[in-house]
Each structure stands twice: as C-alpha cells, then as structure tokens.
C-alpha cells in the first residue's frame, strides 16, 4: 500500500485489527476515509494455530482513487496483542 497516504494506512490498520479480532470468517468489514475519499474492505477467514500464535488468512481490497488493489495475505498475534501481517 504505498500509495496510500498516512491518514489512509491509520483507517486501513484500524480496519483490518478490527476485522480480524472481531469479525467471524467470510464477513466483510468496510472501511472509508473520509477525508480522501479512499476505501476498502477486509474479510477474514477462519482462525488457526501456528508456532504457537493465533493466525487468520484475510482478503483485503483496496480502492485508490478508483483504483482496486487485492491483497490475499496472512496475519498472526499472540494472546492479547496485535494482529502482526506475515508473522
């Protein structure tokens, strides 16, 4: 995501922290800044266990300036932290 702007990567962060410690697999979680217009939305999947961490694979689409980026990716966090992306 590096064409998003900062105040896009703080909604989009939020969103996706959101998403994966509260949402249940295959709901979608939309997000949108207000003050670039810019959006997007995560749908998380199933929870899993791995090396000892609490993972869950998600779909997150981007639309930049009516552009739509697709990221299919891996988050992971132990008890009582952040979802890490990768980890």
Known sequence: ???????????????????????????TYYWKNPNTGNSGYITPSNIFVSKGKFCRRYLHEVN????????NNTA?????????IGD
Request: aromatic letters at 10%; hydrophobic letters at 25%; charged letters at 30%.
């Open 1 to 27: 995501y590096l064409s998003l702007e900062q105040d896009d990567r703080d909604y989009s962060n939020k969103a996706m922290q959101e998403a994966l410690e509260k949402y249940p697999s295959n709901t």
């Open 64 to 71: 930049i300036n009516g552009v739509k980026v697709n990221e």
């Open 76 to 84: 992971c966090k132990l008890q009582g932290e952040k979802w890490i």
